[in-house]
Structure formats: C-alpha cells, structure tokens
C-alpha cells in the first residue's frame, strides 16, 4: 500500500496526492507539477461550494496576478482582496460576483482562450476615463449639472 502526501505546500488543507511523487531524502519530487495545479485550478472552479481565501490566493497564483492586478479586474480594493484570500474560517464572505469572475478568468486561462480578462480590463480602462472626464457646470436652471466630455 502507497501512502498519500498531504500537499500543503499548494497552500490549500485539502489536497492529498495518491501517487505522482516520490519522497527522496525528506524532498518531495512531484512529477509535472504544472499538470497537477491544472487539476487542482479544474477542480477548484468545477466546485459549488464558495471558495475559501486559500482556494482565491491558489488560482490567483495560478493566473500570475499580483493582489492589486486581480482587485482592479474584480472592481474591488485591494484590501478586500486581501481580506478574502485571509479569510481561515470557513468559506469566503466575500462578493459571489467576483467568486464566479475569479472562476471565469481561470478557465479562460486553462483552456487558453481570451475575452474575458481583455473585456474586464476594457470596463476597468473606460470606468477610469469616465471618472476623469466628468465636468459640472452651472446652468441657466441654477443647478449644476455633470458634463461627461467626450
């Protein structure tokens, strides 16, 4: 009988391997680790349940964003980014919007198709446009009144 390896080193309390490693002096030596983290990025965004702050920090690892670069995708501060991934106590609180966009842009990811980080990154630009090109004026109802320039 094979005995399974608790891989905590994937930062999630769940993962066990079966096989697919070998333990060598007390150092682990996963074979074609980059294949077993799509298995788990799969998994994680196949699940219904909410994902906890460590299943959000493992796909964001898996997705090469920085905590800034993924809140500006989701809409959200940093902070709250940093608040989910540090949730330990159970399922994440946080917005079940950006919980599905998180899956979304995962899958993207791993089947290697765009749209959905270009389209993101699109509303994030034009939101950051829009907040700089507003203009008030005092109209001839003596109220003011927003201009968005063009």
């Known amino acids: 009988m094979t ?13 066990y391997l079966v096989n697919g ?26 699940t219904r349940k ?5 299943e959000i920090r493992f ?19 940093e902070r709250t980014v ?11 609180s946080g917005n079940a919007a950006a919980d599905r966009t998180l899956r979304l842009l995962y899958i993207e990811k791993a089947l290697g198709k765009s749209g959905v980080s270009e389209a993101l990154e699109r509303i ?3 939101e950051d446009q829009l907040n ?3 203009e008030f004026s005092y109209c001839e109802d003596n109220e003011w009144h927003e201009n968005i320039a063009a």
């Open 82 to 92: 940093i608040r989910w991934e540090n949730d330990r106590n159970g399922r994440n």
């Open 132 to 134: 700089r090109l507003v």
């Open 59 to 77: 796909l964001r690892h898996e997705l090469e964003l920085s905590q800034v670069t993924l809140s500006a995708l989701l809409g959200v501060t």
């Open 50 to 54: 909410k994902l906890s702050g460590g």
């Open 124 to 126: 994030a630009n034009l």
């Open 3 to 15: 005995e399974t390896y608790h891989y905590i080193e994937s930062g999630l309390d769940s993962i």
């Open 21 to 46: 490693f070998e333990m060598n002096g007390g150092r682990l030596k996963i074979h074609d680790i980059d294949g077993l983290h799509r298995a788990i990025g799969r998994w994680l965004v196949s």
